[in-house]
C-alpha cells in the first residue's frame, strides 16, 4: 500500500492524491515508464520483461481498455537510400524489446519513441490510438550501451526524434525528422548531431513558433571530468542552430529533459554540485535561442536510476523523480516558477519494503497525473495517481 506524504522539514504540501490505479503487474520491474496527455486524456507506455505495453486512459487517467503490446510482426519500416521506405526484412523477433520511451501527443493518439539496445539495436517510431497499435517506423542504429530517446510532434505532422545511439566506439546522438498520417509513418531525414566530444542525453521540446529545442549534454573525461548541458534550436529538416552551454557540472549522468513554456523553455539536468556523493537535479530557464536566461536553481535530490521529467501547469513548472530516503526509492513531486522558486513541499509517494524506480508525469484539466514503476522483491508493478494541487 502506498503512503502519500512528506517529510516533516518539509514546507506546507499543496497536493493530495485523489487515486492510485494499478496498469500492469509483471515478474519484473519496469525498465521505462512514460505518459503524456492527449486529446482524448492520456496515453501510457512501459517496458518490461523484453516487452513493451501501451494503454490510453480516459480524462481522469483510468485505463479504457486492457494494455496492448507494440509488437514487430508487421514488419517495420525503414528508409532505402533513395529516401523511400523499404522492408526491414530481419527483425530479431516480434517483441519489442525497449530499455527506454518517450510519448507525444497526436490529435489521434499519441507517438511512442521506443529504443532498443543491440549489436545492432535500433530506434522505432510507433503511432498510438485507443484501438491499439498503428504504423511502426525503424529510424535508425543503435548501439549496446544507447540510453534515452525522445521524440516531439511539431506543426505540419511533422515528428522529431533524437536519442543516444551508444556504440561501443562512440557516444554520439542521432536526429530524424518523419512525416505522419493515420495510416503511415514517412522518414524524411536522419544524421548525426556531429558533435566533437561524447554526447549523450538528448532531450526534445517543441516550440510553438516552429522547429524544436535540442537539449543535451557533453562529457569530457580526464582527471576531472566535466559535464556541459548545451541547448540549440533544431529545425523539422534537422537543420541547426547555434549551440549555447546553459549549465555545466561533473555528475556524469545529468539525464537532461526540456519543456516549452510561455517565452522559452524549462530545463532540468542532474549534478552533484555540493560534493557530497548525492545528485540533486536543477532547473535553467531557456530562452527562444536555446540561452540560459537564469542560474540554475537547485529543485531536490535525484539520486535514483534517472533524472526528473517535465512537465508544466498553468504557470508552474512540475518535475517528477525518483529519489532515497531512509534506505526507500520514491516518488518525489515538486512544483516551481520559471526562476526555480518552488511552491510549497515535496509531495513523496512510497510504499512498505517496495521501491519506485521510474516516473512521469503529465498535465491534466486541473490536476497531474503521474505514472511511475515499482519493484518488489522480483516483481514489479506500473501505477497511474491523480493528483490535485492548490494554485
Keep these: 500500500m502506498a503512503i502519500f506524504g512528506?517529510?516533516?522539514?518539509?514546507?506546507?504540501?499543496?497536493?493530495?492524491?485523489?487515486?492510485?490505479?494499478?496498469?500492469?503487474?509483471?515478474?519484473?520491474?519496469?525498465?521505462?515508464?512514460?505518459?503524456?496527455?492527449?486529446a482524448f486524456g492520456f496515453f501510457a507506455a512501459w517496458a518490461e520483461q523484453d516487452r513493451t505495453f501501451a494503454v490510453p486512459l480516459d480524462e481522469l487517467g483510468a485505463p479504457t481498455r486492457v494494455p496492448f503490446e507494440i509488437s514487430l510482426s508487421s514488419d517495420p519500416l525503414s528508409p532505402s537510400g533513395e529516401g523511400n521506405k523499404a522492408l526491414w526484412t530481419s527483425p530479431p523477433s516480434s517483441e519489442l524489446s525497449a530499455e527506454a520511451l518517450s510519448l507525444a501527443p497526436l490529435s489521434g493518439g499519441a507517438v511512442l519513441g521506443a529504443l532498443v539496445p543491440g549489436d545492432p539495436g535500433a530506434a522505432y517510431l510507433c503511432l498510438l490510438t485507443e484501438g491499439g497499435q498503428g504504423p511502426l517506423l525503424r529510424l535508425g542504429e543503435a548501439g549496446p550501451n544507447a540510453t534515452n530517446i525522445d521524440v516531439v510532434a511539431t506543426a505540419e505532422s511533422r515528428l522529431v526524434a533524437a536519442w543516444h545511439m551508444g556504440k561501443d566506439d562512440t557516444s554520439e546522438i542521432a536526429l530524424a525528422s518523419a512525416a505522419w498520417k493515420e495510416d503511415r509513418l514517412d522518414l524524411l531525414a536522419a544524421r548525426p548531431l556531429g558533435r566533437d566530444r561524447t554526447s549523450i542525453s538528448p532531450a526534445l521540446a517543441a516550440s510553438p513558433s516552429g522547429g524544436v529545442l535540442l537539449a543535451f549534454a557533453e562529457v569530457s573525461l580526464g582527471a576531472t571530468p566535466s559535464v556541459v548541458v548545451q541547448a540549440q534550436w533544431l529545425g523539422t529538416d534537422l537543420a541547426s542552430g547555434q549551440a549555447h552551454a546553459v549549465a555545466r557540472g561533473t555528475y556524469?549522468?545529468?539525464?537532461?529533459?526540456?519543456?516549452?513554456?510561455?517565452?522559452?523553455?524549462?530545463?532540468?539536468?542532474?549534478?552533484?554540485?555540493?560534493?557530497?556523493?548525492?545528485?540533486?537535479?536543477?532547473?535553467?530557464?531557456?530562452?527562444?535561442?536555446?540561452?540560459?536566461?537564469?542560474?540554475?536553481?537547485?529543485?531536490?535530490?535525484?539520486?535514483?536510476?534517472?533524472?526528473?521529467?517535465?512537465?508544466?501547469?498553468?504557470?508552474?513548472?512540475?518535475?517528477?523523480a525518483i529519489r532515497s530516503f531512509q534506505r526507500n526509492l520514491l516518488v518525489g513531486l515538486n512544483r516551481f516558477d520559471k526562476h526555480g522558486r518552488k511552491v510549497g513541499g515535496e509531495l513523496q509517494i512510497y510504499a512498505?519494503?517496495?521501491?519506485?524506480?521510474?516516473?512521469?508525469?503529465?498535465?491534466?484539466?486541473?490536476?497531474?497525473?503521474?505514472?511511475?514503476?515499482?519493484?518488489?522483491?522480483?516483481?514489479?508493478?506500473?501505477?497511474?495517481?491523480?493528483?490535485?494541487?492548490?494554485?
Design 352 to 391: 512498505d519494503k517496495t521501491d519506485f524506480v521510474r516516473a512521469d508525469v503529465a498535465r491534466g484539466e486541473g490536476f497531474l497525473l503521474l505514472a511511475y514503476g515499482e519493484d518488489r522483491d522480483g516483481s514489479g508493478r506500473v501505477l497511474a495517481s491523480r493528483v490535485r494541487c492548490k494554485p
Design 252 to 320: 556524469l549522468h545529468p539525464t537532461v529533459d526540456v519543456v516549452a513554456t510561455e517565452g522559452g523553455y524549462a530545463l532540468v539536468y542532474r549534478d552533484d554540485a555540493d560534493d557530497d556523493d548525492v545528485p540533486e537535479y536543477y532547473h535553467v530557464s531557456i530562452g527562444l535561442d536555446g540561452s540560459a536566461q537564469t542560474a540554475p536553481a537547485r529543485i531536490s535530490k535525484a539520486d535514483a536510476f534517472v533524472g526528473p521529467r517535465l512537465a508544466t501547469q498553468d504557470d508552474l513548472l512540475v518535475a517528477a
Design 6 to 38: 512528506c517529510r516533516t522539514e518539509s514546507l506546507t504540501q499543496p497536493c493530495r492524491v485523489e487515486a492510485e490505479m494499478v496498469l500492469s503487474i509483471a515478474a519484473q520491474s519496469p525498465r521505462d515508464v512514460v505518459v503524456t496527455a492527449t
